[in-house]
């Protein structure tokens, strides 16, 4: 064999030998990323042409599959697409999200747990059926979350969570405005794209969900989490006095903290109990400046702040308390839950929790179990706990406190519930937001709000059960 002849054999086999190499690394390693890909458009092509498991709530589906008469064989269908939008998501040729995006091997019939049911499918030569998700939510308790922030007015953007102390169980998720799933999962590509195009251009930003996406400042809800701090120290009690008044003069500005509307709190030495009554700002900003932004921010992340805990849902917003060292102004201002202190409903349903379970906060979860397309249960979440925020006393401490608010403060819509409520201080009425002109896509990233705002346990938004649920809803104030 001569010099050319070999050259070029050598190249041919270096070429055969290149072509295996990158065969067995798309087929073998890069499979499975591959096909998770949601740009992979095979993949979204073969699973609308067998049925998707549903997603339920109690025994009903909130999002099912029904035969087609066109090329897709099945049509996603969501039979309270407004209500359920920000927990389903939507499933569509071009992505999907929400539950429907956590769960696609389940629903779509490719995980693991379903490996049985795939292989008798086989052997029987029947179609592969997705597997069902049943989810922890309280069909009542979401009801009434949803139609009470409706009831608020067509143009209120806000979110209802309520928590099932114990477990972590979330019992209603509500967000609004909301949007029709029902116009994403079409099988008509065009009306899909002009859907798209709608909801980008809403200044509403109604795929947004408020719940889990977007992070305010917890405002007057927050002073739980620094009067929690303040019992932890040992340093103070629910009888402990402490500064009153209608200002507290902050340290190195010409500045002053003042309750709002200028009013007093009750006198110039009140209790803590008085102070959480009635929400004074002037209390718990001296509060910050005796703890200390250190303490504070280590109370917040107890309970949860600054990480991820919610994985059946995605993305997560990531509540903060200020990095650093703080000036004094700030550390007294991020005492009432202002300055930089950003949170989502969901975490400070999460503080009210933790409090009403007697301190320890479990790690919320959506997904409550994985069942077969018969219904039998394959997979069922455990509750776990979260963190262990503050001590039994304190938790103790604190519920008596809240009660309190309902009793003799500011808390006023629960009086009339026959058991007794986990409230939180200085409830206020939901403002409408000014609209907005920056839009955000269907499957949006979580966003940050720095506007005050107010954060309140509506007795509506609890689940007909026979516990109280910690809740938290967050209207969105004018930016």
Not at 72 to 90: D, H, M
Not at 175 to 185: F, H, I, K, V
Not at 221 to 235: M, P
Not at 427 to 441: E, I, L, Q
Request: aromatic fraction near 8%.
């Amino acid at each position: 064999m001569n010099k050319p002849i070999r050259t070029i054999s050598i190249f041919c086999l270096l070429l055969f030998l290149a072509l295996m190499v990158n065969a067995t690394y798309l087929q073998y390693y890069k499979a499975g990323a591959l096909d998770k890909d949601p740009r992979n458009r095979r993949v979204i092509a073969a699973s609308y042409s067998r049925e998707r498991g549903a997603i339920l709530v109690g025994r009903d589906p909130v999002a099912q599959s029904v035969p087609s008469n066109d090329q897709y064989k099945f049509q996603r269908k969501y039979p309270q697409p407004f209500k359920y939008a920000p927990l389903t998501g939507y499933f569509s040729y071009y992505s999907q999200t929400g539950i429907e995006h956590s769960q696609n091997e389940v629903l779509s019939g490719d995980d693991s747990l379903l490996f049985v049911n795939k292989l008798v499918d086989l052997v029987s030569n029947n179609a592969t059926k997705g597997g069902s998700v049943e989810l922890t939510i309280n069909p009542a308790a979401q009801t009434a979350a949803f139609n009470g922030l409706t009831q608020l007015g067509a143009g209120v953007q806000g979110a209802v969570v309520a928590i099932e102390p114990t477990t972590g169980k979330i019992l209603a998720l509500a967000s609004t405005p909301s949007y029709d799933p029902n116009q994403l999962a079409s099988h008509d590509l065009s009306e899909v794209s002009q859907a798209y195009d709608k909801l980008n251009k809403d200044p509403a930003q109604p795929t947004v969900d408020r719940a889990i996406q977007t992070v305010l400042p917890p405002g007057s809800t927050f002073k739980l989490v620094t009067a929690a701090a303040a019992l932890e120290s040992g340093s103070y009690s629910p009888d402990s006095r402490v500064p009153g008044g209608t200002t507290l003069d902050l340290p190195q500005t010409t500045h002053d903290l003042h309750n709002e509307n200028g009013s007093s709190c009750g006198g110039s030495q009140i209790t803590l109990t008085q102070a959480l009554d009635v929400s004074c700002n002037v209390t718990f900003g001296w509060l910050g400046l005796q703890l200390g932004a250190d303490r504070l921010r280590s109370q917040a992340e107890k309970f949860g702040f600054g990480q991820h805990y919610l994985d059946d849902l995605s993305p997560q917003a990531i509540s903060r308390f200020p990095q650093g060292d703080l000036a004094p102004p700030y550390t007294a201002l991020s005492a009432i839950g202002q300055y930089d202190v950003a949170a989502t409903p969901l975490q400070m349903a999460m503080v009210s929790a933790g409090i009403a379970n007697g301190g320890t906060v479990m790690k919320p979860y959506v997904v409550d179990e994985v069942q077969s397309p018969e219904f039998d249960v394959l997979d069922k979440t455990q509750p776990s706990e979260f963190s262990q925020a503050i001590s039994s006393q304190t938790a103790r401490d604190l519920t008596t406190m809240m009660e309190s608010v309902v009793q003799n403060g500011t808390g006023t819509a629960p009086r009339s519930r026959a058991w007794r409520s986990r409230a939180r201080p200085a409830p206020r009425r939901a403002r409408r937001p000014a609209r907005r002109t920056r839009g955000s896509p269907p499957s949006p990233p979580p966003t940050t709000r720095r506007s005050p705002s107010p954060c309140w346990c509506s007795p509506a938004a609890r689940p007909a059960a026979r516990s109280p649920a910690a809740c938290c809803a967050l209207p969105s104030p004018r930016p």
